[in-house]
């Protein structure tokens, strides 16, 4: 679970988001940005980051406040699956990103999946939906909805990406070093449990 801190600053941040955007009155708009100051100050005391760098990735939208999807594909072949080590880190994670405006979740795995891996694919299947603040993920200033979905190799081969060093798939029990923040062993286990069991009903939450 986040601490209690972060939830509290995310909060005083949706709620001043909000305020700015429906507010008419001036007096109401200063105390709305007066709250949202005050969300990034707690950010900037706990994590030690300047109040302007967290203005720019946390305070910095516009219209009612809500959280942000990311979307990982799940592609398996020969009992394996596919992961690609992302150049930031030089850990591994399944193939994904953020929600673009304009795509279906569907059609954001297969894009993701094409530009991280090289391989075309078509998606099948929603394996879950869940909250990253309910799993073992680092810390993050963003209320995020992580979507899990199947796709099936239809073309393609194994290449790199702008964003990739490496492409490779791996047995359930030889997983790589991973990216938490993308992904963690436990959603890589809920995967295998699909490919093993395609009945299994979807996660949520």
Known sequence: MEPKWLEWAKQLQS???????????????????????????MLSQQTKMDNNVIKELFANETGYATPKVDVRAVVFKDNKILMVKEDVENVWALPGGWGDIGLSPSEVAVKEVQEESGFE?????????????????????YHVYKFFIQC??????????????????????????????????????????HLHNPQQPVYLD
């Open 15 to 41: 709620i001043a988001q909000a305020g700015l955007t429906y507010s008419k009155d001036k007096y109401d708009i200063e105390r709305f940005e007066m709250i949202r100051n005050i969300s990034v100050e």
């Open 121 to 141: 694919v078509k998606a099948t299947k929603l394996i879950g939906v869940m909250d990253k603040k309910f799993h073992p993920h680092p810390s993050s200033a």
């Open 152 to 193: 099936e190799i239809i073309g393609g081969k194994a290449e790199t990406g702008i964003e990739t060093s490496a492409v490779d798939f791996f047995a359930e029990n030889e997983l790589p070093p991973l990216s938490v923040a993308r992904n963690t062993e436990s959603q890589i286990q809920l995967a295998f449990k």
